[in-house]
């Protein structure tokens, strides 16, 4: 009998390569603000909502800014690069048609904006494959707490014993497992070195998963 019922994807660094481009468009916009921060310092936030990521650096490096004019100017710069370069992660073409070939629900689980997330999706040509998408507006707590994904779930009419989460962050596996939901582990290098190891399954290609296995 089949226990999975729905798969809950987080977007960037497991649908699209967008990783660099968010850490590359954070990086341009602290600039403006005399702030030469590291990719290290950013990949600690990966997974988390920008409102956590802005709120706290804007109070370290005590910047005078608010939380939405900082986000507006990095996701200016963030369309910008993306248009130039938003590639599928490898296999997740492959697997999302698969799984949506088993009737299985998808819906995408990130932290991203809904205008992000939904600009990404069109440029793939992907958008029609998710039954529902849940962005960092329609949750109060970020990764690692367990709403978004719960949320989902709720979106999708499944259980969480039935719902299978991919992430490739540390934030977003912590989550998916407080939500009480199988997860796989996307070791993408672009997202720094994240500690998956609270994922059920990791992998680095998603061509080699056996999907079967996965929903049983």
Known sequence: MRLIRAVIFDLDGVI?????AHIEAEKQTFLKYGVRISSEELHKYTGTTAKVMFTELIRKYRLNTTFEEISGQKEDTLFRLLKEDAEPTKGITALLRELKSKRIKLAIGS???KKQIKYVLNKLEIAHIFNCVVGAEDIVNSKPDPEIFL???????????ECLVVEDSKLGVEAAKRAHMKCVGYRNPNSGNQDLSRADIITDDFSR????ALLH
């Open 151 to 161: 949320k989902a779930a709720a979106e999708l009419n499944a259980n969480p014993s």
């Open 111 to 113: 932290s991203s904006t």
């Open 209 to 212: 998963l056996d999907i079967e």
């Open 16 to 20: 699209v390569e967008s990783e660099n």
